[in-house]
Every structure is written in structure tokens, then in C-alpha cells.
């Protein structure tokens, strides 16, 4: 019975933190921001699809993580989402006594989940809307070949966004948006878990800034991987390479998300601790 009271407790300061930042202006902001890199992105490939009559499966998300631009722009806006954490309104006063301490900690990782879950699933939306009118639910067709083999290219049209070819080559379209986006929200809950940390501890926002940082800085630091060492070595902690399908195999997918959940579940834990000792701040 004193489990379920807990949960119970739990759920309603999840269900509180994320009806306040869902109904948050800063969430309509990055949303709009969300769907207007998306479109960004497919833009040409639309154009393309629209000129031959021909239709185009909503499958930008793998390749979105393959482009070290769009891959980084899509955690930079993930980040800024959960920069206020932990929270400290004036309500959290009321929602810290009638939950109790414990209930609340947990109460603030969950809603991290649940964020992060409504995060990724906006991402999904984004992905067939911008599709539009030329959206198929189908195999990967003609349109993502020709842009991933060149085609594209050769006839004439501009294309600024990167489409591996290995991605079509080893995953169906549903298999590659499937794995993208599991890969996605784990990630972002290991990264908003990190930014409730550092910002707690700091008791500013210095969560916010190391990871904003680290996102902006393998948008240039990408190229060269291959020329530097020590900058290979740190792209393996690099958002990018824990979502980018192009050099993963299927087999590969189940192993980084149970790395990356392992990570969570210390992350969550190690937060509930310092929330309890109160080396957290969060009023």
C-alpha cells in the first residue's frame, strides 16, 4: 500500500513539472525552431520528390544524426529545453511538502523521461509534416537513394543535407526510424539527467553551458576526427556518434542503449541522493 501512496506521489510531481514545461512559451519556441530546422533539412529533397512525382518515406531522423549540423542544432535545442532544472518557481515549495523529499526527487526524474519521450515524439511529427504532400509510408523508395548515391547531384539540384547510404543499405526505413529515435531519448534523458546535476550543484546554470558548449563544438570539431587524435578519442562521448546509424550495425543498437541506460539509471540515482542530502538546491 505504502508503495502505491509513493508512486502515486511520484506521478503527480511528473505529471506537474511536465505540464509546466510543456505549456511553457519556451517549449512553443523550440518547437517552432524544431520544425523549422526539419524543414530546412528536407526541403531540396521535397522539391526533388515533388518534381518527378515521386514520394518520399518520413525517414529524416536517422540521417538527421548523420549530419554533425542538423544532429547537434537537434541537442542543442534539447538542452535549452531543460536548461531551467531543477526547477525553483515559487509552487515547488508546495509540491516539495506534499510530496516529501523523496517523492519529489524521483518525481523530477521521471518528468525528465516523460519530457524527453514527448520531445522525441514531436521530432517524429515533425518528420512526416514536413514530408507533405508527397508523404509515403513505404520502403525507402527512389527519392533517399538517389540523394544517398549522388543522383541527385548529377541533376542539378542542391542538396546541404548529408544521406548515408549506409543507412539504406543495412536497416529498412522503419527498422532505421525505430532505432533513431529509441537512441535519441535515451540519450536525451542521459544528457537532461547531466544538466539537472550540474546545474543543481552549481546552483546556476553551468549544466547548460558545458553541454551547450559540447554540442556547438562537434559541429566544427567533426572534420577533424580523422586528422587528430585526441579529437577521435573524444567523439566517441560526442552526441553524434551515440546516434548515428551510418556505422552501426543492428546488432550495435541493443549494446549503446543499454551503455546509455546504465548511465541513466546512475544519473538518477546519484541525483536522488543529492537531492536528498540537499547538495541539490532545488528551492
Not at 72 to 94: C, E, M, T, V
Not at 173 to 197: K, N
Not at 237 to 252: C, T
Request: with cysteine.
Amino acid at each position: 500500500m505504502k508503495f502505491i501512496y509513493n508512486f502515486r506521489a511520484v506521478w503527480r510531481v511528473a505529471l506537474y513539472e511536465v505540464r509546466v514545461m510543456l505549456f511553457s512559451l519556451k517549449f512553443l519556441i523550440l518547437a517552432a525552431l524544431s520544425w523549422m530546422f526539419m524543414d530546412l533539412y528536407v526541403a531540396d529533397i521535397r522539391q526533388f520528390a515533388l518534381d518527378y512525382g515521386e514520394t518520399l518515406v518520413p525517414a529524416q531522423l536517422p540521417f538527421y544524426f548523420s549530419d554533425p549540423l542538423y544532429c547537434n542544432i537537434a541537442f542543442l535545442l534539447l538542452i535549452f529545453l531543460f536548461s531551467d532544472l531543477p526547477p525553483k518557481d515559487s509552487s515547488q515549495r508546495q509540491v516539495l511538502q506534499r510530496s516529501g523529499i523523496r517523492c519529489y526527487g524521483a518525481g523530477q526524474m521521471l518528468a525528465i523521461a516523460i519530457m524527453s519521450v514527448i520531445y522525441v515524439a514531436e521530432q517524429l511529427l515533425f518528420s512526416v509534416l514536413t514530408c507533405i504532400p508527397c508523404v509515403e509510408f513505404a520502403g525507402w523508395g527512389k527519392i533517399w537513394q538517389s540523394v544517398a548515391s549522388g543522383k541527385m547531384y548529377d541533376l542539378g539540384y542542391n542538396c546541404t543535407a548529408t544521406v548515408s547510404q549506409n543507412v539504406i543499405t543495412k536497416y529498412l526505413p522503419w527498422q532505421a526510424i525505430g532505432a533513431s529515435a529509441l537512441l535519441f531519448c535515451l540519450t536525451g534523458i542521459c544528457y537532461a539527467m547531466i544538466e539537472y546535476l550540474l546545474n543543481g550543484i552549481s546552483r546556476g546554470k553551468a549544466g547548460t553551458a558545458v553541454l551547450s558548449s559540447w554540442s556547438m563544438a562537434w559541429i566544427f570539431l567533426q572534420g577533424l576526427a580523422s586528422h587528430w587524435a585526441w579529437v577521435q578519442t573524444a567523439h566517441r562521448f560526442s552526441p553524434q556518434n551515440w546516434n548515428d546509424l551510418a556505422y552501426k550495425e543492428s546488432s550495435d543498437i541493443g549494446k549503446m542503449a543499454v551503455r546509455i541506460l546504465l548511465c541513466i539509471l546512475f544519473l538518477a540515482l546519484l541525483n536522488q541522493i543529492l537531492i536528498k542530502h540537499r547538495k541539490i538546491q532545488t528551492i
